[in-house]
């Protein structure tokens, strides 16, 4: 059975192609278009289907323009089955950890980077924790979401009401930033781009305890006189974070990173009070805070931790085409995971000729 799954996620586009459980292809777009945290549609995705004989199901995840998927379609003529969900997002994070921890069940963290955006009842919220219990063959029920939503914004209804119609599973909602979010807004703060937390985490290394950086947290959650709604710093009530120093700069980067680590330890308490489960698998972006990892690990002896090694939205089109093969076929077996090197093997042969012949196409450019 071919499954197939295409994410855009905005960026860090990917495809996913599964021959039964196991992995025949894993790609990301920047891989063939040399674009960083690339989110194209790109024909050359359909020319890789277009090598199997029938893509028994094809599943775009991520997406938000219907036009774009149908032109897409277009191009091939050997799908049986098109599935659309836009909807999904952290369950696709959560399969992606799940299936490749080799665990029979386990329980799921999901701590976005960055935040999903959700319409519950025409309220608009962003998704930015979840968690689930997890188990074979496709059993991924929800635990616990965190929504946050900007109230300059958006309209919103009553929370305390809301949260009450959700009885399946814990329902947070709260107007203060989730950490992702936090760490994203203050990495573009720094001076680097939103999404280059790991930048920010390496900063973190340099710094130390300040009384000149503002509390990042209150009460366990985003100290909203320092971050604002929009997803930027209020500079202007907190003059301190002008200061353009390398030395300061480090020393906010610390405490930022020892607020995520103090939301990580959070969160994996409430997963062992909720559930007594030691099995705990951990993806989204902020799973990619090695530090953050290295926390959860010195503080916590006796769990069986995995953490998702393409935990960004990379990996949505994996999480996706396991999602569905297991939905569509119900099978137990367990998906085998040895390596993060996924996809067709190279010969060395083959490498060295391909080098050697960018090079005489490049030199001939010249």
């Known amino acids: 059975m071919i499954t197939a799954a295409i994410s855009l996620a905005c960026h860090d586009a990917s495809i996913t192609i599964l021959k039964d459980n196991k992995i ?52 091939l003529n050997n799908v049986e089955n098109v599935i659309i969900d836009d909807k999904n997002h952290h369950l696709f994070h959560s399969c992606t950890a799940f299936y490749l921890s080799g665990f029979k069940q386990a329980t799921s963290l999901v701590i976005d980077g960055w935040g999903e955006q959700v319409n519950i009842n025409n309220n608009i919220f962003y998704e930015t924790t979840s968690i689930y219990n997890c188990s074979y063959p496709n059993k991924i029920n929800p635990l616990y979401k965190k929504l946050t939503y900007d109230p ?32 994203g807004s203050s990495s ?5 781009n939103r999404l280059d937390g790991g930048k920010t985490m390496g900063l973190s290394s340099y710094g130390k305890i300040s009384k000149n950086v503002p509390n990042i947290l209150f009460n366990n959650e985003a100290n909203m006189n320092v971050f604002k709604n929009d997803r930027t710093l ?5 003059l301190k974070l002008k200061n353009n120093s390398f030395e300061y700069k480090a020393n906010y980067a610390f405490a930022l990173q020892k607020a995520l680590e103090k939301i990580f330890i959070q969160k994996i308490k409430y997963i062992l009070n909720k559930t007594n489960n030691k099995n705990i698998v951990f993806s989204g972006g902020c799973a990619l805070n090695i530090l953050g990892n290295s926390a959860i690990k010195n503080t916590f002896k006796n769990i069986n931790l995995f953490i998702d090694p393409i935990a960004n939205d990379a990996s949505q089109s994996l ?8 939905d569509n076929t119900k099978d137990t077996r367990k998906f085998k995971f040895n390596s993060i090197y996924l996809g067709p093997e190279y010969k060395i042969t083959e490498t060295k000729k391909r080098i050697k012949k960018w090079l005489l196409i490049n030199k001939n450019k010249e």
């Open 234 to 238: 209020d500079i202007k009530n907190n």
């Open 188 to 192: 573009n703060y720094l001076g680097f």
């Open 152 to 183: 300059n914004r958006h309209h919103y209804c009553n929370t305390d009401l809301l949260e009450n119609n959700f009885k399946q599973f814990k329902l947070d909602i709260s107007h203060r930033l989730d950490i992702g979010v936090m760490y």
């Open 319 to 326: 999480g996706a085409a396991l999602y569905y093969y297991y």
């Open 24 to 75: 025949d292809l894993f790609i990301q777009e920047e891989r063939l278009n040399r674009k960083k945290h690339s989110a194209l549609l790109d024909p050359s995705l359909a020319e890789i289907l277009k090598k199997y004989i029938k893509i028994d199901q094809l599943i775009f995840c991520n997406f938000y323009n219907k036009d774009q998927i149908n032109n897409f379609l277009k191009l």
